[in-house]
């Protein structure tokens, strides 16, 4: 599978931003999808995950203002930030779950700054 993650951008507390990841190279309305996010000098991390029967989970640091979902007609799945804080700063990263995750895409740089 191939992913290519985009939207972030420089924004101020309390902004909203909506990631997109198109996903190629596999059969994606059978795959379960996560984000995750890596901030400087920490571990990667999930940050939702939404299966392929649209069963979602929202992890919860970020429940409440982030929102995960998918469209199998673009082969995209989005991860919609809203009251984004400077916390939130990190590269998002898209990825198939489980034994049909692939190679790690460049993620797309989110930061929230005053």
């Known amino acids: 599978v191939q992913l290519q993650a985009s939207g972030g951008g420089l924004v101020q507390p309390g902004d909203s931003l909506r990631l997109s990841c198109v996903v190629s190279g596999s059969t994606f309305r059978l795959l379960d999808m996560g984000w995750f996010r890596q901030a400087p000098g920490r571990q990667r991390g999930m940050v939702a995950s939404i299966t392929f029967g649209g069963t979602v989970d929202i992890k919860e640091f970020v429940k409440g203002r982030f929102t995960i979902s998918r469209d199998n007609t673009k082969n995209t799945v989005y991860l919609q930030m809203d009251n984004l804080k400077p916390e939130d700063t990190a590269v998002y990263y898209c990825?198939?779950?489980?034994?049909?995750?692939?190679?790690w895409g460049p993620g797309t740089q989110v930061t929230v700054s005053s």
């Open positions: 990825n198939a779950l489980g034994r049909r995750a692939g190679p």
